[in-house]
């Protein structure tokens, strides 16, 4: 379920887990990682003794996570005895639809991907770089699970990360491709959003629910289609991943963004990082919503 492909729906999970912000960081600053980072983080794995008991705990927290295929058994049926609809509700706002071990496919298989030599089942990693990519896992589940994990596991597991972190050179800015300019100003305003914004984004996102669900899919998906051919599938990755932190706020509230909300700034993000590539009708229909409560002053 989780991929570079399917940032937006990783997006979707991320800005919704109260650990979404932190597990997004870990993910770009693995984005920009070379073959000399390699040993620094290799070097800051625990040992797996130790590793072997934190992620026996990992497991049984990955177990109590609500997962959206999971929902109907939780709080009982409506209208019986013990029925809790505002914990259904709740549940249903949080709920990832991907899991833990989706995010390690993705981190393993797709960020890390050009560590990997061979193809299909006889792809393989040095040594440094399985470990290099385990600290970024150990790391990624911690934030991820930060709700179910105890505080002790957390730190453990990202020990290893927090101590390579401090001993990796310097890192140049995200750039966000031909329109990164535009991006990043989407991104800030996003991240000073007013309430009364909030407000109008909320409506936007009814209205779109309601009355042209079908033809903003539609749109996504050339934006991503348009990503993919272009090559700018990690830089369309990168900023669904921006989004989730700057969304990290309470004025637009995780309900209102699992209702559509963190779909309308998704696609126009997506669609700003590919404008050059998309037809009129298209960055339109991603782009309008968004101009009509932020103003056009960011679309540079």
């Known amino acids: 379920m989780y991929s570079l492909v399917s940032a937006p729906v990783l997006g979707f999970d991320l800005t919704r887990l109260v650990g979404g912000p932190a597990t997004a960081e870990v993910l770009l600053r693995a984005m920009r990682l070379g073959t000399k980072d390699l040993p620094v983080l290799a070097e800051s794995l625990p040992d797996d003794s130790i590793r072997a008991e934190l992620w026996l705990q990992v497991e049984e927290a990955a177990a109590r996570l609500p ?11 409506a209208g019986t005895a013990g029925y809790d609809a505002a914990r259904v509700l709740d549940t249903v706002q ?16 797709d960020v890390m991907r050009w560590t990997w ?10 040594e440094e770089a399985s ?43 995200i750039d966000l491709g ?5 991006a990043t100003a989407l991104l800030e305003k996003v991240r000073s959003v007013r309430p009364d914004q909030a407000r109008r984004f909320v ?12 033809v903003w899919s539609a749109a996504v998906h050339s934006a991503s289609w348009a990503a993919y051919l272009s090559d700018r599938i990690r830089t369309a990755a990168a900023g669904q ?21 963190w779909n309308l700034l998704s696609g126009a993000v997506q669609a700003v990082i590919v404008r050059d590539l998309l037809d009129a009708a298209t960055a339109h229909r ?6 009509a409560v932020l103003g056009p002053s960011w679309l540079t």
């Open 131 to 173: 470990h290099a990519t385990a600290v970024l896992c150990d790391a990624a589940v911690a934030s991820y699970l930060r709700e179910v994990l105890p505080v002790d596991t957390r730190r453990r597991l990202g020990a290893g990360w927090v101590a390579a972190a401090r001993r990796l050179p310097p890192i140049n800015p």
């Open 178 to 182: 031909p329109h990164h300019l535009a």
């Open 117 to 126: 030599t061979g193809e299909g089942p006889s792809a393989r990693q040095t």
């Open 94 to 109: 949080r709920a990832p639809i991907g899991t833990v071990d989706g995010l390690l496919r993705c981190i393993r298989h």
């Open 286 to 291: 991603l782009l309008a919503p968004v101009i």
């Open 203 to 214: 409506q936007s996102s009814d209205d779109s629910r309601k009355n042209e669900a079908t």
């Open 67 to 77: 997962n959206i295929g999971a929902i109907g058994g939780i709080g009982g049926s």
């Open 241 to 261: 991943l921006l989004l989730v932190q700057a969304l990290d706020h309470d004025v637009i509230t995780v309900g209102e963004r699992a209702g559509g909300v």
